[in-house]
Structure formats: C-alpha cells, structure tokens
C-alpha cells in the first residue's frame, strides 16, 4: 500500500510520518472509492500496518471531533486529503492551548508528548491520512479543567484518534496482533495465579460493601469516607465533602495502628471505614488490604464517587491544592 513510502521496521521521526500521510492523501487513486460518509460517527479504515508504523483513512462530516488525548508515545501525522481540520493543541512547554486549521493538502506533524483535539474545520465533508510510529496501540483522554488538561482515562486503540467506529475490528491485521499479544503474556503466567477478576472477587467475598445510601447513613453514625483518587480524578470528577483524602500509595501506613505514619483517630481495629474510588473497583482492594491488617471494619463503597454523585449525594468541585 505505501509503495515505498515508509521503512518497514524503526520508529519513524515526525517528518517522515508527515511525508507518508501527504503521500498517501495526493494520490487519490489508492483510496478514494474507499471513503464511507456517516453522519453519525466518525468512519475509519485502516490502511497498512508494519512494525514501524499503522496508517488510516478517516472521514469527517460537520461536528465530528475526537476529544483531546495523546497517542500513548506514539508519534503521528495528519494530512488533509478533502476539506477543512480544525485542531486545537497543548503548546510545548505549557498550559497554552493552541489551535490551527488545515485545508485540503495541507499537513501537521508531532512527536510522542503531543496532547490535541481534531475536528471537522467547517464546510463539506472532509477526509484525512493519518499515520503513527510507533503503530498506536493505547491513547490517554483528557478532560479540559481550570488547571489544564487533566488525564481522565486511557483505552486500548481500536482506531486512529479514537472513538470512531470502522472497519478496524475483528479480522483485521490489528485485532490479530493484539490477540497474540495477550497470548504471549498469558501463557508465562506462573501456574494458579489468580486474574484481577479473581483476584476482586475475592477481596468481595469478605466484605459487606455499602450502597452510596447506606454509605451516607454510616457516615451520619460516625464511619469515615477515605477518597483514595489521585488528585487529577478528584478535580475531573468532584469530591465529597467531609471525606478524608489519603493516596493508595500511602493508605496502609496511614491505616495501620502500628504504623509511626499513622492517623491516630482513624488506625483503629474498630475504626468504621468506608474506601471510596471512582467506581468501587480500587476501592475493593483497598479495604481488603485494611482488614488484613486488622481494621475488621474497614469496607468500601459500591459504585464508587460516580454512584455516589448519581444517588444525589453531597458532593462538590474538588478543593485546589493547598
Ligand atoms: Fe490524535
């Protein structure tokens, strides 16, 4: 497909990325009767994939964007093949976000820190080569806050710049390479190890977790909410007020009566926990790990800061850093 355009094997600096997609997007012939348009969704259709690098025709119809993310260390290029992008970007260096447009043949290029937001630029329909080296396996979404773009969530890629829907799923080149990723990994697990899935159905088989109504009627009768999210999540999502904030990293030596780091009011064997996450899947392993070392009444909250805030629950923006 890309007749030379790109070394098979090696990562692949931004200009030569950029190189490949205005390649690929003045020859027309290659891809042009390919090109689906869905109002609804983003359309993509993987191109090529290498070692070096994976390439994708995507197509733009009027509101489409991706939201902002990066590309998991990957570099990239887009090149406007038809009509108009709109992308806006975190400067290097800084909180400034910049934004440029790019018209038909027109091309921008980037290294692997690059954090933006692509959208259709206005006008008709519009189509783009977007290429990435090393191929794009997982991207980081961004929610845009009053403290800068702050990491809300990373995926696994099934397409380029996310989010989209195409022909990249099952039966294509990339949906083999990660099956036999996952196969190479599973198979030199030692014998009897459990799964995270295992692992959590454990840690809950030992605990009587509480509903975010029932949690807030322990908390009236004097059991603490410990938030164990990092502050980036607590300022995305919001908080609740009164909780006790202490970071999963450091949550046991907090916790432990024994412990010279300890918080002498809440490391107590009968000190009524409730370990609060964003959705009750961290939080599970967190109050298991408590009631090891002892705090026999340490539990968590099902569903988490979300079912909380969905319950109707007090909650709040998050307090700036003090
Ligand atoms: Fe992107």
């Not at 090529?48 to 990957?74: F, I, K, M, P």
């Not at 018209?103 to 519009?126: C, L, N, R």
């Not at 909380?308 to 700036?320: E, I, V």
Request: aromatic letters at 6%.
């Amino acid at each position: 497909m890309l007749g030379g355009l790109a070394p098979p094997a090696g990562r692949l600096a931004p200009g030569q990325l950029r190189a490949v997609t205005s390649g690929l997007a003045a020859r027309r012939g290659l891809w042009a009767d390919l090109v689906v348009r869905d109002p609804d969704v983003r359309w993509y259709l993987p191109l090529h994939r290498s070692n070096s690098c994976d390439v994708w025709l995507v197509a733009w119809e009027r509101g489409q964007d991706t939201d902002w993310h990066d590309h998991g260390g990957s570099s990239g290029s887009f090149a406007v093949a038809e009509g108009c992008l709109a992308e806006q970007y975190r400067a290097p260096g800084g909180r400034r976000i910049a934004r440029r447009r790019l018209a038909a043949s027109e091309a921008a290029a980037f290294g692997p820190a690059h954090v933006h937001d692509v959208g259709h630029g206005g006008g008709g329909p519009a189509t783009s080569i977007h290429a990435y080296s090393p191929p794009l396996m997982a991207m980081t979404y961004y929610g845009a806050t009053e403290y800068g773009l702050i990491a809300r969530e990373m995926v696994a890629v099934d397409g380029p710049e996310g989010g989209a829907r195409g022909r990249g799923g099952a039966g294509t080149a990339l949906a083999a390479a990660s099956a036999s990723a996952a196969r190479l990994i599973s198979g030199s697990l030692p014998a009897g190890a459990p799964g995270i899935d295992e692992l959590l159905a454990e840690a809950r088989s030992g605990l009587a977790r509480l509903r975010p109504e029932a949690a807030f009627a322990a908390l009236t009768d004097g059991a603490a909410l410990v938030d164990i999210r990092p502050l980036e999540q607590r300022i995305a999502e919001g908080e609740v007020p009164g909780a006790i904030i202490i970071g999963r990293n450091v949550l046991e030596w907090r916790l432990d009566p024994r412990s010279e780091a300890r918080i002498p009011a809440l490391a107590r064997a009968d000190a009524q926990i409730i370990v609060m996450c964003s959705e009750g899947y961290a939080s599970t392993l967190a109050a298991a790990t408590l009631r090891r070392i002892g705090l026999r009444e340490a539990t968590d909250l099902d569903g988490g800061f979300q079912a909380w805030k969905a319950a109707g629950l007090p909650a709040r923006p998050a307090q700036p850093p003090r």
